[in-house]
């Protein structure tokens, strides 16, 4: 027992200067009283200049690197299907949801921050040598589970599925700056060349303060919201998205006997706080927009423990 907890404290050591960032951002908000408009502009560089700077030049040594396993995708969004239609059947049977608010709901326990949280501890908690993993995640996460949300409410609004919905949401995903980066960069690095140092040293530069830029923006997003109504189904989304979801994944990775970093990368990926998008999705809906904010918020208080553990857990496995 002694090991075990000498275990779990050394991983919460590890990712509780990342928290500490965010805490720092949230209270520069709420405590310092910034206004919204530094927020903004903070994101604009985050998500347009600094994390495409540093994936772009991660990406392009991809081709150097060890190959990456790409069943990993199999465990991560087989796990996410698995717990959607969990997440449906809990929505419906037990919060008496409709099926637009019940997907919303099971949004919730699949969608990771995986941009804002994910990749930064995923950096930390697991070495540079884990990026290649992460970013083929992030290339189908958003069309993937968009789709998948979207289908679920076009189902129940009108018994099928739109080719232009799905259009539009695939054209948004290819337009994302983080994707275009992470493309771009693995293109490059099949021709073999390296970067000149004029352009690799600015680009190394602002991609060394894209993670603490990341986590501050991200606590100054997260003091925007407050904890609202509907806190039973917040909770339940919390251990959906925080346990089940992971736990599930670790389940698939198991069986398809993924390598051991693939299989921490795609747990660690499944057990981040419940990201903006469900928000987002939320509010385009008008349903369980509360909830949705509410679940953000304890979900990334959450997850400063759950994640460590289960990190531990796999160690110890």
């Not at 790409?70 to 037990?94: P, S, T």
């Not at 599925?161 to 337009?175: H, I």
């Not at 349903?287 to 460590?308: D, H, N």
Request: one cysteine or more; aromatic letters at 8%.
């Amino acid at each position: 027992m002694p090991a075990l907890l000498d275990t779990l404290f050394h991983q919460i050591l590890l990712s509780m200067p990342l928290f500490i960032l965010i805490a720092l951002g949230w209270l520069l908000v709420r405590w310092r009283k910034w206004p919204e408009s530094i927020s903004e502009a903070l994101n604009l560089v985050v998500f347009k200049i600094a994390l495409p700077a540093m994936l772009f030049r991660l990406m392009s040594d991809f081709s150097k690197s060890p190959p990456v396993d790409a069943r990993l995708l199999i465990a991560f969004f087989g796990g996410c299907l698995i717990v959607f239609l969990v997440g449906r059947i809990i929505a419906a049977r037990v919060f008496r949801l409709d099926g637009i608010s019940g997907s919303v709901f099971a949004l919730g326990g699949i969608f990771s921050n995986n941009v804002m949280l994910g990749l930064p501890i995923a950096t930390v908690m697991l070495g540079e040598k884990a990026i290649p993993s992460v970013a083929l995640v992030l290339v189908f996460n958003g069309l993937i589970l968009w789709t998948l949300a979207t289908v679920s409410v076009e189902w129940f609004r009108h018994g099928s599925l739109s080719l232009t919905g799905f259009g539009k949401t695939a054209l948004s995903v290819l337009k994302n700056p983080l994707i275009i980066a992470i493309l771009s960069g693995t293109l490059f690095s099949l021709t073999g060349l390296s970067l000149p140092q004029m352009v690799d040293q600015p680009i190394s530069m602002l991609g060394k303060i894209a993670v603490p830029l990341a986590l501050v923006a991200l606590g100054m997003s997260l003091a925007a919201y407050k904890i609202k109504e509907g806190l039973k189904e917040s909770y339940a989304i919390c251990l959906l998205k925080l346990i089940v979801q992971p736990l599930v994944i670790w389940g698939l990775a198991w069986l398809i006997g993924l390598p051991p970093l693939e299989s921490k990368v795609v747990v660690l990926l499944g057990s981040m706080s419940v990201g903006i998008n469900v928000y987002l999705m939320s509010q385009q809906f008008n349903a369980l927009t509360g909830p949705a904010a509410t679940s953000m918020l304890l979900s990334t208080i959450f997850s400063a423990v759950t994640t460590p553990l289960l990190l531990m857990l796999m160690d110890i496995a």
